[in-house]
Nanobody, 130 residues
Framework: QVQFVESGGGLVQPGESLTLSCTGS????????VGWIRQAPGKEREEISC????????YYAAPVKGRFTISRDNRKNTVYLQMNGLKSEDTATYYC???????????????????????WGQGTQVTVSS
């Protein structure tokens, strides 16, 4: 099983950008859809984006759609999340994980995750504040 390591977080001002990286420290991500999930203190986990194995099919949650872009480089065993126009409400710990299940019905791509899956890393903190 893949074990992820997230990096790239930090403290930024509103409107600035960050690019997060999610690298498999063991195993390969090539055969799996991978997503980004965030959790703010006291809030429930929120799936924000997901990308298919190789065809570039993506999902974005409404709060980040148009601002965030997910991509992957399977040769580098890495998934990225480009975050533009950051807002204070984007402040959270960001995790990546393998999707345990995906659906693609009526041209709507969805990913489903398990918090107990071993692919989850320690996350990377994103703080957006003026």
């Amino acid at each position: 099983q893949v074990q992820f390591v997230e990096s790239g977080g930090g403290l930024v001002q509103p409107g600035e950008s960050l690019t997060l990286s999610c690298t498999g420290s063991s195993g390969t991500v090539n055969n799996y859809a991978v997503g980004w999930i965030r959790q703010a203190p006291g809030k429930e986990r929120e799936e924000i984006s997901c990308i298919s194995e190789s065809d570039g099919i993506t999902y974005y949650a409404a709060p980040v759609k148009g601002r965030f872009t997910i991509s992957r480089d399977n040769r580098k065993n890495t998934v990225y999340l480009q975050m533009n126009g950051l807002k204070s409400e984007d402040t959270a710990t960001y995790y990546c994980a393998i999707a345990m299940r995906t659906t693609y019905l009526s041209n709507n791509y969805k990913c489903y995750f398990s918090p107990t899956d071993d692919s989850w890393g320690q996350g990377t903190q994103v703080t957006v504040s003026s």
